[in-house]
């Protein structure tokens, strides 16, 4: 016998809670670990320990299942029954019901003041006014499993705006020296096709007459 049913069983009938109060039925997901005398679980119905570690569940394909963070530790092996309600009867017994069709049951009946509790060491137990009359020996001394952690959404690195490139470096201006002959419309004309751009030359070179050039002159050519 567990320590939470021992821990029960010295308490006084007076003291233990919940049972012929008239509780209302546990149904859809109610959650809570105790099932006492007229209560029951339909399909979807889940207790769950105090602790938050254990669930017992009635399938939608008919088994009920304890199970420690979802990985199954017992069962009624009961799927592919249609199951529709796992109820705690006022005559004793804890019963799996398809309709009006028993189809597993604990066999306690004529236990008074029953109850049955998901406990935090893993034990499923039927308990009645003279002690445990049912378990599912699923106790347990090791700690229970931690709960799943939670994963946290991270928010994707803002993507970096590339750095745009720096311009390119201006072209290396060109020189030409006169010769006898040269006027700056025809050097002009001679490296942009257009004798009449010769004012561009004479404002690189520094000229103020662009009449007035001379042989062996070395002039900007931008």
């Not at 399909?43 to 602790?51: I, Q």
């Not at 189809?103 to 406990?119: E, S, Y």
């Not at 201006?173 to 001679?190: K, N």
Request: proline share 9%.
């Amino acid at each position: 016998m567990g320590q939470y049913a021992r821990r029960w069983l010295c308490q006084s009938n007076d003291a233990r809670p919940g049972i012929g109060r008239g509780e209302p039925e546990k149904k859809g997901n109610d959650v809570g670990d105790t099932l006492t005398a007229g209560q029951k679980l339909v399909k979807g119905g889940s207790l769950t320990s105090n602790n938050g570690a254990y669930t017992l569940t009635l399938q939608d394909d008919g088994n009920l299942v304890l199970a420690a963070r979802g990985e199954a530790v017992w069962s009624t092996s009961t799927n592919g029954k249609n199951v529709v309600r796992a109820e705690v009867q006022s005559d004793g017994n804890f019963v799996l019901y398809e309709a009006d069709k028993p189809v597993w049951h604990t066999d306690t009946k004529g236990k008074k003041n029953v109850k049955l509790v998901l406990q935090d060491d893993r034990n499923l137990v039927l308990y009645a006014a003279d002690g445990v009359a049912w378990s599912s020996k699923t106790e347990t001394d090791a700690p229970p499993p931690p709960a799943p952690e939670v994963a946290t959404e991270v928010a994707p690195a803002a993507a970096e705006e590339p750095i745009p490139a720096p311009p390119p470096p201006p072209p290396a201006a060109r020189t030409y020296t006169v010769v006898s002959g040269d006027t700056l419309f025809a050097i002009a004309q001679r490296f942009y096709g257009d004798g009449n751009k010769y004012p561009q030359i004479a404002a690189a070179s520094n000229i103020s007459n662009p009449d007035l050039i001379h042989p062996g002159q070395v002039l900007t050519i931008p």
